[in-house]
Nanobody
């Protein structure tokens, strides 16, 4: 069992930056692949970024490639999402997720691969 708590959301103007953080507690976070998803009003939850349990591989949704960077610090049980060049269409509730993973697995990008979810943090980008 792992508990996830996101922080760092807020209101920012288009072109600005935000850094989201996710603190994992419970079982050691280094046993889990981690990811970020988002859900805008009236839309389905969508994958944003994923990272392997040891941080050696990442993947991103096409819509955020080159603008967002996912990273993790297993010593601190945290995963972060650096978001640059934000656009109004990035407005959503952002969720941190964790999924049990083998050491050799590729980054996860499907919701069903993640068993644990945080409560979400709101990101609003104004035009």
């Amino acid at each position: 069992q792992v508990q996830l708590v996101e922080s760092g959301g807020g209101l920012v103007q288009a072109g600005g930056s935000l850094r989201l953080s996710c603190l994992a507690s419970g079982r050691t976070a280094s046993s889990y692949a981690m990811g970020w998803f988002r859900q805008a009003p009236g839309k389905a939850r969508e994958f944003v970024a994923g990272i392997t349990r040891n941080g050696d591989s990442t993947n991103y949704a096409d819509s955020v490639k080159g603008r967002f960077t996912i990273s993790r610090d297993n010593a601190k049980n945290t995963v972060s999402l650096q978001m640059n060049s934000l656009k109004p269409e990035d407005t959503a509730v952002y969720y941190c997720a964790a999924g049990a993973s083998s050491p050799y697995a590729s980054p996860f990008y499907r919701p069903y691969q993640y068993a644990y979810w945080g409560q979400g943090t709101q990101v609003t980008v104004s035009s």
